[in-house]
Every structure is written in structure tokens, then in C-alpha cells.
């Protein structure tokens, strides 16, 4: 109860505040990490293998950076099954990778009284980090649920419950890391409804409202833009189905990538979405007649149950990036005009996708099961968040006076489950 009534003091407080505007508080020269308070969707969650689960949050990027600069950064952490059910690789030769058998137990935190630092929730975009709230509907969608265990406790009364940017708040912090934004392009993509994408002036009039909130607080804040989200391997270029399948030599010319893309009878620039590459290959090797169907199952039942497009066209991935570069440009600016270190992730994965991430003499790629992306195709494996740890750490250590240590990419990768 006390807790619900200290929120609601805070909320109204947070309402005053902005309604008149006042002074904001100084910032220090050196960020203080002492209050570190991480906000986002499922990458700053550290989800992996589509699932919040307690075993692999500890993992993420976040987690990884309060680590090495020895501060708490307390997490929603979820048992076993985990929300949703944790993918698992059974077998490699066929690929098989299915949901843990299980169901979540209720209340589906281990610890409900565990106030979180990181609440950062799945599935949820810019908008919706303003104005989602807990729910005790059990139809309710899966990102509303994911928002239920992550904010909802320990709240006494879910009705009560904040957002998550009423949360970070409210939880008077000394540092921010916020990164939203990439549900706003990534979610239309993978289940190809673009027409979802969110509009610009809604994308940047949300953004401005989030960085109004926590930057009242005297915060440092730290923003992060959004990456080209055809380069995770949920998508296969046509090249890149030439060189995994071999079906091209050690060598792989436009002319053979035409004749693959004319044998799946899709366009030589498009992208096979991830429940389309077992067709791929049957189609290929000759099991199966191309060329590949309109549409395939959803891989990822929380995202969509109903059929998916198969293919990513060209012109949709083009259309996709264009969205992301406009939303990148808003992240951009306002994080100038409110003061906030804006960390480039766009470029770290663009680097990446082009030239690959050697570790311990092995070369990882982007490419599925390529060792930085777990079995969903689009959340990093242990190694992927340790090198966006990382990136975070140098750029906060050249420009906020922080001292905070590298993350040893190389002792991570050595007991990574998912580098083959």
C-alpha cells in the first residue's frame, strides 16, 4: 500500500512539474551511476531465444554494463519457463528448435517484491512506453503482458501500476539508458505489415515527450538509435542463402544468386523471413518444387499467430530502412536538444553485418546460428550483448567521465552456448 501511495505522490509530482515549467536540476560533469535506471524494449531487457527468462537476463548488454562499473541494477527476473516459453535447439542436423514444454507460474516473478531498476519491457514501442499499463487481462496482447511482469510488481494494485516511463521517474534516478524505438520499425517487419510502421510526427512528438520526462529528473541520459533490422538473420539475403547453401561453389557470382532467386521465384534482392529457410532448402536440393509459397508460419507465436509473408521484398526493406533513418534522425536531434549522449548502435551493427566480429580465432557473423544472434534471429546470443556492452562503455567513458571497465568479449564467447 505504502508503496502504491509513494507512486501516486511521484506521479502527481511528475504532473505539476511539467505542467509548470520550472528549472530543471544541474547536471554533474561525471555521470552518476549510483541510480542506474534502464529502460527499452526486449534488447535492453536481455531477452534471448524470444523469452524473458531469469537464466539469460543477466546477460544482457545492461546488466553486463552495471556489472563493470560495480553498480545495482536490480531485474524483473522470470522463472522457467520464461514469457514465452524459452525457444530450445534439440537438433542441429535437421535444425530443430522448439518451445520448452512448461507453463509460467503465477506470480511470474521470482522475486514480486523485487522493485527492478531495468524495466525495460518487450514488444513495446515509443508510444506505448507513455501509456502502457499493467493489466490483469489474461487475452491481453503479449506485449501488455510483458509489461504486467515487468511493471506490475510490486504494486499492490495492478490498476495502479505505472508506464514504464512514469516508472523511471519514479524511481529517481542518477543515470537513464534509454532505448526505444526499435519495436516502432522492427515489429512490422518481421510479421510484414508495414503499414504499422509508426508515423514520423507521432514517432518524434512520443520521443520528445519520453526524454521531457526523464531529463527533469537531472539524470545523465543515454539514448541509443535504432539498427537496420533487415540485417538480423530473422532475415536471409539471397547471397547469403547462396553461401550457406554452397549451391554456388567457394565463390558466389550475381549470375548463381539469379538463378537461386528464379528457383524460389522471388527477386534477387529480397529476404526469406526465418520460417522460410527449411523451404528454402528443400526447394534447393530438389525435395520439394519451387517456388517458395506467399506465405509461411509465424516462427514466433507471440508475435502473430496468423501466416506471414515469406519473403521480405526489396522494396519493403527499402521502405523499411527509409522509416528507421527517420526515426534515427529524431533520436538524433533530440537527444542533442535535451543533452543526452546518444550512443550509434546503427553503425556498431552495420559494421558488424559487413565484416563480421572475430573472437577467440573464430569469426562470428550475422548470419543464423552465426554466433551473435540466439535462436530467434533477432536477440543477441551472450557474446552479441557483450560486444553492444561494449560500445556502451567506450562511448561512455570518453564522453561522461565514466571509468568503467571492457567487458571480456572473449571468456564470454568461450562458454556461449550458441557459438558452434
Given at each position: 500500500?505504502?508503496?502504491?501511495?509513494?507512486?501516486?505522490?511521484?506521479?502527481?509530482?511528475?504532473?505539476?512539474?511539467?505542467?509548470?515549467?520550472?528549472?530543471?536540476?544541474?547536471?554533474?560533469?561525471?555521470?552518476?551511476?549510483?541510480?542506474?535506471?534502464?529502460?527499452?524494449?526486449?534488447?535492453?531487457?536481455?531477452?534471448?531465444?524470444?523469452?524473458?527468462?531469469?537464466?539469460?537476463?543477466?546477460?544482457?548488454?545492461?546488466?553486463?554494463?552495471?556489472?563493470?562499473?560495480?553498480?545495482?541494477?536490480?531485474?524483473?527476473?522470470?522463472?522457467?519457463?520464461?514469457?514465452?516459453?524459452?525457444?530450445?535447439?534439440?537438433?542441429?542436423?535437421?535444425?530443430?528448435?522448439?518451445?520448452?514444454?512448461?507453463?509460467?507460474?503465477?506470480?511470474?516473478?521470482?522475486?514480486?517484491?523485487?522493485?527492478?531498476?531495468?524495466?525495460?519491457?518487450?514488444?513495446?514501442?515509443?508510444?506505448?512506453?507513455?501509456?502502457?499499463?499493467?493489466?490483469?487481462?489474461?487475452?491481453?496482447?503479449?506485449?501488455?503482458?510483458?509489461?504486467?511482469?515487468?511493471?506490475?510488481?510490486?504494486?499492490?494494485?495492478?490498476?495502479?501500476?505505472?508506464?514504464?516511463?512514469?516508472?523511471?521517474?519514479?524511481?529517481?534516478?542518477?543515470?537513464?539508458?534509454?532505448?526505444?524505438?526499435?519495436?516502432?520499425?522492427?515489429?512490422?517487419?518481421?510479421?510484414?505489415?508495414?503499414?504499422?510502421?509508426?508515423?514520423?510526427?507521432?514517432?518524434?512528438?512520443?520521443?520528445?515527450?519520453?526524454?521531457?520526462?526523464?531529463?527533469?529528473?537531472?539524470?545523465?541520459?543515454?539514448?541509443?538509435?535504432?539498427?537496420?533490422?533487415?540485417?538480423?538473420?530473422?532475415?536471409?539475403?539471397?547471397?547469403?542463402?547462396?553461401?550457406?547453401?554452397?549451391?554456388?561453389?567457394?565463390?558466389?557470382?550475381?549470375?548463381?544468386?539469379?538463378?537461386?532467386?528464379?528457383?524460389?521465384?522471388?527477386?534477387?534482392?529480397?529476404?526469406?523471413?526465418?520460417?522460410?529457410?527449411?523451404?528454402?532448402?528443400?526447394?534447393?536440393?530438389?525435395?520439394?518444387?519451387?517456388?517458395?509459397?506467399?506465405?509461411?508460419?509465424?516462427?514466433?507465436?507471440?508475435?502473430?499467430?496468423?501466416?506471414?509473408?515469406?519473403?521480405?521484398?526489396?522494396?519493403?526493406?527499402?521502405?523499411?530502412?527509409?522509416?528507421?533513418?527517420?526515426?534515427?534522425?529524431?533520436?538524433?536531434?533530440?537527444?542533442?536538444?535535451?543533452?543526452?549522449?546518444?550512443?550509434?548502435?546503427?553503425?556498431?551493427?552495420?559494421?558488424?553485418?559487413?565484416?563480421?566480429?572475430?573472437?577467440?580465432?573464430?569469426?562470428?557473423?550475422?548470419?543464423?546460428?552465426?554466433?551473435?544472434?540466439?535462436?530467434?534471429?533477432?536477440?543477441?546470443?551472450?557474446?552479441?550483448?557483450?560486444i553492444i556492452a561494449n560500445y556502451f562503455i567506450s562511448a561512455m567513458d570518453s564522453n561522461l567521465g565514466t571509468h568503467i571497465p571492457q567487458v571480456d568479449v572473449a571468456a564470454i564467447a568461450a562458454k556461449d552456448p550458441l557459438i558452434f
Amino acid at each position: 500500500m505504502f508503496k502504491n501511495i509513494l507512486w501516486v505522490t511521484r506521479a502527481c509530482a511528475l504532473s505539476a512539474t511539467l505542467a509548470f515549467a520550472g528549472p530543471k536540476p544541474e547536471k554533474k560533469d561525471a555521470a552518476d551511476l549510483s541510480r542506474l535506471v534502464v529502460m527499452g524494449d526486449s534488447l535492453s531487457a536481455g531477452v534471448q531465444n524470444f523469452s524473458l527468462l531469469y537464466s539469460t537476463q543477466p546477460n544482457g548488454y545492461a546488466s553486463l554494463i552495471a556489472a563493470q562499473a560495480k553498480t545495482p541494477l536490480p531485474l524483473p527476473l522470470v522463472p522457467y519457463p520464461g514469457a514465452p516459453n524459452v525457444l530450445q535447439l534439440t537438433s542441429l542436423k535437421p535444425l530443430v528448435i522448439q518451445p520448452a514444454p512448461g507453463t509460467l507460474p503465477s506470480p511470474p516473478r521470482l522475486n514480486p517484491f523485487q522493485e527492478a531498476f531495468n524495466i525495460s519491457v518487450p514488444g513495446i514501442t515509443v508510444e506505448q512506453s507513455l501509456t502502457m499499463r499493467p493489466t490483469r487481462d489474461p487475452n491481453a496482447p503479449a506485449v501488455q503482458q510483458w509489461a504486467t511482469i515487468v511493471l506490475g510488481f510490486p504494486s499492490l494494485y495492478l490498476d495502479l501500476a505505472p508506464t514504464q516511463t512514469e516508472t523511471a521517474f519514479a524511481l529517481f534516478p542518477t543515470t537513464v539508458i534509454e532505448w526505444l524505438g526499435n519495436n516502432d520499425a522492427l515489429v512490422p517487419a518481421l510479421i510484414g505489415q508495414l503499414s504499422g510502421l509508426t508515423p514520423i510526427d507521432q514517432f518524434q512528438t512520443s520521443y520528445r515527450r519520453v526524454l521531457d520526462v526523464i531529463s527533469f529528473t537531472g539524470a545523465t541520459v543515454i539514448t541509443a538509435n535504432i539498427p537496420d533490422v533487415t540485417e538480423v538473420p530473422y532475415f536471409t539475403s539471397v547471397s547469403s542463402i547462396a553461401q550457406q547453401s554452397g549451391a554456388c561453389g567457394s565463390v558466389v557470382m550475381p549470375a548463381c544468386v539469379d538463378q537461386i532467386a528464379k528457383t524460389l521465384g522471388i527477386g534477387s534482392g529480397d529476404y526469406v523471413r526465418l520460417s522460410g529457410l527449411t523451404l528454402v532448402d528443400e526447394i534447393l536440393s530438389g525435395t520439394v518444387k519451387g517456388p517458395l509459397p506467399s506465405s509461411c508460419p509465424s516462427p514466433l507465436a507471440a508475435l502473430t499467430t496468423s501466416p506471414i509473408a515469406c519473403v521480405l521484398t526489396a522494396a519493403d526493406a527499402v521502405t523499411i530502412r527509409a522509416a528507421i533513418a527517420a526515426y534515427n534522425g529524431v533520436i538524433a536531434n533530440e537527444s542533442t536538444s535535451h543533452g543526452a549522449l546518444m550512443i550509434d548502435v546503427h553503425s556498431l551493427v552495420d559494421q558488424i553485418a559487413a565484416d563480421g566480429y572475430t573472437v577467440n580465432g573464430k569469426m562470428l557473423n550475422t548470419n543464423f546460428l552465426g554466433g551473435l544472434f540466439s535462436l530467434d534471429g533477432i536477440h543477441p546470443t551472450n557474446t552479441g550483448y557483450a560486444i553492444i556492452a561494449n560500445y556502451f562503455i567506450s562511448a561512455m567513458d570518453s564522453n561522461l567521465g565514466t571509468h568503467i571497465p571492457q567487458v571480456d568479449v572473449a571468456a564470454i564467447a568461450a562458454k556461449d552456448p550458441l557459438i558452434f
